[in-house]
């Protein structure tokens, strides 16, 4: 195998990731109404607001950035916890 054809089989592996990962990140939600209340039931001790999004037809794109930016949140009350001692 030629270095030209390595190049071309790598360039098309990746496409093919991208486009998956996109389709997988854009997937509509498919719960049913009685699991989405399940959910938000389940995260009512993390906070009204995370349990409200339970309710919301999300992507898994969407939750991944909920997930992200409730991480982000709780470091920053965790190390603001560690300098105020």
Known sequence: MTAEYRKLL???VVIAIIILG???LTMP???TTTQ????AIHDLDKGPDK???QLED???G???GDAIKDTGD??????AADQNN
């Open 58 to 60: 999300r992507t898994p």
């Open 22 to 24: 996109y389709g997988i």
């Open 51 to 53: 349990a409200a999004r």
């Open 10 to 12: 790598i360039g098309i």
């Open 36 to 39: 989405k209340i399940g959910d």
């Open 62 to 64: 969407q939750k991944l």
């Open 74 to 79: 709780d470091i920053k009350r965790s190390t």
């Open 29 to 31: 939600d498919n719960r």
